[in-house]
Structures are given as structure tokens and as C-alpha cells.
């Protein structure tokens, strides 16, 4: 039973490049959340989305930053002409549809830290 | 706006209980408490979660009081593993939504 998968695990990039990171849910749901957490900070919401739509993007920046989550296939954060700032680890959690039973847990990935030069 | 607080650290002797307070004055009845942790930059695990009674698993209890306006983790032997930071997060009960992290409290276990 694997859990939410994350690659690449480190990923560098020089400025005015694109990164793309990639998250495969838990076998079973449908809902991804993209979380950014920059060096010595707290972990940060971006986006969240369900299979073709994205649901909450308050906290995705407003330029360069994009999120899929398509029919087939993992969910892409992409990062477009990243700067330094971009540095930072980049968390995907997953969870399943709610059920009639209450809580629901997001189970997260092992991140990917972007480094960019 | 948080709807936290948390000490941001503490200090645990190896072989002894943790006990990590939170304090959620606001929280609504449809909100769920929930505990993750950090390890050394790791993803974040999820430790229990509870909406009024207390919760025992495998690796920690959770004990809400009655009013529902403070919580306390309790990791019954901490290990040198259990180092991290944990944090205490309430969560309304409407759908799939996000959780939303503070600064949580760090915990070093001491051998």
C-alpha cells in the first residue's frame, strides 16, 4: 500500500527555469493539496484540487505558479522562471473522499525540495 | 488569525510522557482536533485526531477537555525518535478541506 509518491525528491534549477513536481495520491483518493515550507519556516497551504478541478487556491502565489490534477495521472505544481526565493520543500498530501463519518486525514508525502541557483 | 497556541517548545526525558498542551478557546462544534508532526524536515505524519471524546491509537491518547477549548498530546514513553515538531490543528468538518499549520511546539526528547 503505498503512500502519496513525490519526485522528483530534489530537484535543482537555475533562475528563469521551469521546475515541475509530481505527486501520485494514495491508491484510493482523489484529493491533492500542495503545501510550500521554506527554509526554518512552517509549512504553508497552496492549492487544493480534486481530479480536473482545483478547489482553493488562496495560497498559491498570483504569477509563475500553476496546479493540475488531471483525469489520469498525478497532480504537477508547476514553477515557471523560478527565482531564488523559489528554494523551499514542496509537500503534497492526499486523502480521500469524505465520508458520512466525520474527519477526514490528509496523508502526506516525503516532499520535494527544490534548490534553485 | 490563529486558531492555536501552542508553547513553542519543550523538553521530554527519554522513557517518560510527553505532554503537549494546546489551547483552542474559539473552536466550533463541527471542528475536529487533530495532531501532526515534523521530523527533521519530513513529511508531516499524522499522529490522532478527535472531535469530544478522548482517542487512544497506537502511537499517542488524546485527551480534549469538556469544554472542548484546550487538548493535550500525550506520548505515553517518548523515544529519541519521537524529536520533532507537533502541531495542533482544528479543522471544520464541512468537506475535504485544508489544514492550516502554526508554528506547533518543538519537542526534544532527552536521553
Known amino acids: 500500500n503505498a503512500g502519496v509518491m513525490q519526485n522528483p525528491r530534489h530537484l535543482v534549477r537555475r533562475r528563469g527555469q521551469e521546475a515541475r513536481l509530481r505527486c501520485s495520491p494514495m491508491?484510493?483518493?482523489?484529493?491533492v493539496y500542495w503545501y510550500r515550507q521554506l527554509p526554518e519556516e512552517g509549512l504553508k497551504f497552496m492549492v487544493y484540487l480534486q481530479k480536473e478541478n482545483i478547489i482553493d487556491e488562496s495560497g498559491m502565489p498570483k504569477e509563475r505558479f500553476s496546479a493540475e490534477f488531471p483525469k489520469e495521472g498525478p497532480s504537477i505544481l508547476r514553477i515557471q522562471q523560478v527565482v531564488r526565493g523559489d528554494s523551499a520543500a514542496y509537500f503534497c498530501a492526499s486523502s480521500p473522499m469524505k465520508g458520512s463519518s466525520g474527519a477526514n486525514v490528509l496523508t502526506f508525502g516525503a516532499g520535494s525540495r527544490l534548490t534553485v541557483l | 488569525d490563529a486558531k492555536t497556541t501552542q508553547p513553542p517548545s519543550m523538553d521530554c526525558a527519554e522513557g517518560r510522557a510527553a505532554n503537549l498542551p494546546c489551547n483552542h478557546s474559539?473552536?466550533?462544534?463541527?471542528?475536529?482536533v487533530y495532531w501532526y508532526r515534523q521530523i527533521h524536515s519530513q513529511g508531516p505524519q499524522y499522529i490522532i485526531h478527535g472531535l469530544k471524546n478522548n482517542e487512544t491509537n497506537e502511537m499517542a491518547s488524546l485527551i480534549i477537555t469538556e469544554d472542548r477549548k484546550s487538548s493535550t498530546l500525550i506520548l505515553p514513553h517518548a523515544t529519541l525518535r519521537d524529536t520533532a515538531v507537533y502541531y495542533c490543528i482544528v479543522r471544520e468538518d464541512f468537506g475535504n478541506e485544508k489544514l492550516t499549520f502554526g508554528t506547533g511546539t518543538r519537542l526534544t526528547i532527552i536521553p
Open positions: 491508491k484510493g483518493h482523489s484529493h
Open positions: 474559539t473552536i466550533s462544534g463541527n471542528e475536529y
